[in-house]
């Protein structure tokens, strides 16, 4: 007699930091404990976790100490818009053909490694950066294989995998772009992947739940959140074009064990709201049936909507 199939692993739910600016860290920690996530997206910016400032280590072990305190899981992310450049978004990169600016970047990461272990997360999530202007793609794809090279030695004594994200306009920007820069690394074991859902319904051929299955051997975090077909645009859950069920089977079904992080860093001004909304809206889509069409959003009280 063939045993019963093992049923899917459970899904757990985090909320990124870059949505809850306007919060204390602590204050985010305890809100997102008690909607009841299971962890949570930290972007180490100037409000939270400051990577740049005095005392990190002792700050980084405060904040695992909460996190402790609260029963969050952690996923270290580095996508701070301004954290190393107060006039331009996400500069430098790791494509900055000036070294100094791309030993900036690789500086900045190494010390998230370093954050990342000191807060036993799961994840270090990591981007390539735009192409620079004038710049030669072959040249850069080259800059990016180093970089992520050196950030692969700097994080492996401690086994926290890397998770590079493709993001829209970036010169790493959808997953068959993740699969170059793997192979050209020699397919290190410590090389990931972030998928946003959200960036594969905008950018990728393939439908959202197919990525999530073509990805699978390599899935280290994902990112979740509405959006439209072709627009570059983080929208609450029921404002886009996102069959979320189907997604969220696809990731049970390949047995995901990582954070689901909801990624809405434009809407802190309803922080509190948006974060219970967006939870009630994936619990709500994960007991939905996967062919049964987009899950309306779910009834919003209490806390002002997102």
């Keep these: 007699?063939?045993?019963?199939?093992?049923?899917?692993?459970?899904?757990?739910?985090?909320?990124?930091?870059?949505?809850?600016?306007?919060l204390r860290l602590d204050d985010a920690l305890a809100l997102l404990a008690d909607l009841g996530y299971d962890g949570v997206g930290l972007?180490?910016?100037?409000m939270h976790l400051d990577p740049l400032a005095p005392g990190l280590a002792r700050r980084t072990a405060a904040v695992r100490r909460a996190l402790d305190r609260h029963?969050?899981?952690?996923?270290?992310?580095?996508?701070?818009?301004?954290?190393?450049?107060?006039?331009?978004?996400?500069?430098?990169?790791?494509?900055?053909?000036?070294?100094?600016?791309?030993?900036?970047?690789?500086?900045?990461?190494?010390?998230?490694?370093?954050?990342?272990?000191?807060?036993?997360?799961?994840?270090?999530?990591?981007?390539?950066?735009?192409?620079?202007?004038?710049?030669?793609?072959?040249?850069?794809?080259?800059?990016?294989?180093?970089?992520t090279g050196t950030l692969l030695d700097a994080a492996r004594p401690s086994g926290v995998p890397l998770a590079v994200e493709p993001e829209p306009g970036h010169l790493l920007d959808d997953v068959a772009a993740f699969h170059r820069l793997r192979t050209a690394l020699g397919d290190p074991d410590g090389l990931g992947l972030t998928l946003d859902v959200g960036h594969c319904l905008c950018l990728e051929s393939a439908s959202p739940p197919e990525c999530v299955r073509d990805a699978a051997p390599w899935l280290r975090h994902v990112q979740i959140e509405d959006m439209r077909r072709g627009v570059h645009e983080h929208l609450p859950f029921g404002k886009g074009e996102l069959d979320v069920p189907p997604v969220l089977a696809a990731l049970r079904e390949v047995r995901y064990g990582g954070l689901v992080t909801v990624e809405l860093p434009r809407h802190s001004h309803a922080g509190p709201g948006?974060?219970?909304?967006?939870?009630?809206?994936?619990?709500?889509?994960?007991?939905?049936?996967?062919?049964?069409?987009?899950?309306?959003?779910a009834e919003q009280t209490g806390a002002p909507p997102c």
């Design 43 to 46: 972007t180490l910016d100037h």
């Design 71 to 147: 029963g969050l899981t952690v996923t270290v992310e580095t996508g701070a818009r301004y954290v190393l450049d107060a006039r331009r978004k996400h500069h430098p990169t790791l494509l900055d053909p000036d070294p100094r600016a791309r030993a900036a970047r690789l500086g900045l990461l190494r010390t998230a490694a370093d954050v990342a272990a000191g807060l036993g997360a799961h994840a270090l999530h990591f981007f390539s950066g735009v192409l620079p202007e004038g710049a030669d793609p072959y040249t850069a794809w080259q800059r990016l294989a180093e970089g």
């Design 274 to 297: 948006c974060a219970r909304d967006a939870l009630r809206f994936l619990r709500q889509a994960e007991r939905e049936p996967a062919a049964s069409g987009p899950v309306r959003a």
């Design 1 to 22: 007699m063939t045993a019963p199939a093992q049923p899917p692993a459970a899904l757990r739910y985090a909320y990124g930091t870059n949505g809850l600016a306007d």
